[in-house]
């Protein structure tokens, strides 16, 4: 599934991509993926001669910004973008086309079909589903140290799945939580309530540091999605730990291990990230 690097690569690439363009007409061939408004015929009939002015993000979503109007759009599991010349052969799983009035066309694909797009008046995506409970955005200056402890520092789940939680931080996955944790030498069933300051610190500046390197990463990666055949496995070459199962960690050079975690695949250096233990004075403290 796409993370937030990902999705911000495909927000560059889209905004070098289709900004400027009027869409002539909308053709949609998979309702579902329409999830606002309710009727489809609707949702093509709105989007017709609105201008794309600006290509926005928030967490995974992409926030198409028209004269009037605001496309959210979430790629889910497999869903992708590419720009073609009308006439061009339409590909298996093209479910919605924006026909512009230059000749080209905004096409999008999903092989899973779990994508969705909602359309709304522009300010009124923030208080709707779904972006109207997401949490910080790790890559603002809002994320300050002071704001990722009070949605963090009180949680009593273990830290990986409080990291997965949209409605804390959002952007971070299974991929960059992993990666996150490494970096900051957690464990990723530590208790998030038992992290102390300095784990916070550490861990506030991987996720920033991980989420900062993948997108300039993917950045120069950004003429392969061009068309719309978006190679994400570029990141792949940046990963310090996420499917590195087996192999040497590249701290100490131990075995990573790969265990399941709230339900997901989690790989950690069980040297450098060691578990959260109970003293025996907390212990007492508890009874
Ligand atoms: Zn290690």
Redesign the pocket.
Known sequence: MPELPEVETVRRTLTQLIVGKTIQSVQVFLPRIIQRPDDIRRFEAELAGHTILEIGRRGKFLRIIMDGLVLVSHLRMEGRYGVYQTGEEVEKHTHVIFRFTDGTELRYKDVRQFGTMHLFAPGEEFTNKPLVKLGLEPLEESFTLQAFQDKISRRTTKIKPALLNQEYIVGLGNIYVDEALFRAGIHPEYPADKLNQTQLERLHTAIIETLTEAVEAGGSSIKSYVNGQGEMGMFQHSLRMYGRQGEP?L????PVVKTVVGGRGTHF?P???PPYRTSTRARTKQR
């Not at 701290?251 to 131990?254: E, F, L, S, W, Y």
């Open positions: 960690c701290n100490c050079g131990g250096c040297n450098c990230q």
